[in-house]
């Protein structure tokens, strides 16, 4: 009778993105975190995180991404929804 071995490998990614800040001025508190926070506009969360400007306007309406001041995104909560590593360094 002939055995067979079976060899199991399994790889495993991750992705971090890291956002390299100038200051700790640029942080605002948001309400629905409740913690200070790191805030991007559209367009700059678009470009850093390579997600479509609509997409993140439809998670924004659904709460899904905070509106931390204005228009601007709370930076916690876009890597929750993104399901990203995400880590800050300061200048």
Known sequence: MEHRRR???TIET??????RTSNQSDLV???DCGGSVLTFSATNASLVFGIDPAE???????????????????????ATYLKRDVRYIED
């Open 56 to 78: 993140l306007h439809r998670a924004s309406s659904i709460g899904a991404v905070h509106a931390a001041i204005g228009s601007s995104l709370c930076g916690r909560s876009l």
């Open 29 to 31: 508190d948001c309400g």
């Open 7 to 9: 060899t199991e490998i």
């Open 14 to 19: 991750r992705n971090v993105t890291i956002i």
